[in-house]
């Protein structure tokens, strides 16, 4: 999905519902939380303007820490 802000990702959880992303109320370079644990949202500008949202995945063991905005080993993440 495109808009005049740039990109929106949609993509399917796994549940049958659409699941939407939108930067474009984010910080510039951040990271934020994604449905899937193993995985977040990286959100990019040029100048004022968003770009994109990104979909990243964390490496091999570990997940994304919803406070620390980061991807940490999976057993401190399950610790939370």
Known sequence: ?????????SLKPYSNKLVK????????DKHYEHYDCKKYW?????????????????????????TMLTCELSTIVSQF
């Open 1 to 9: 999905i495109h808009s005049n802000h740039g990109s929106i990702r």
């Open 42 to 66: 990286h959100c990019l500008y040029v100048g004022t303007i968003f770009q994109t949202a990104l979909e990243r995945k964390c490496p091999a063991g570990t997940m994304f820490h919803p």
């Open 21 to 28: 992303f939108s930067c474009s109320d984010k910080e510039d």
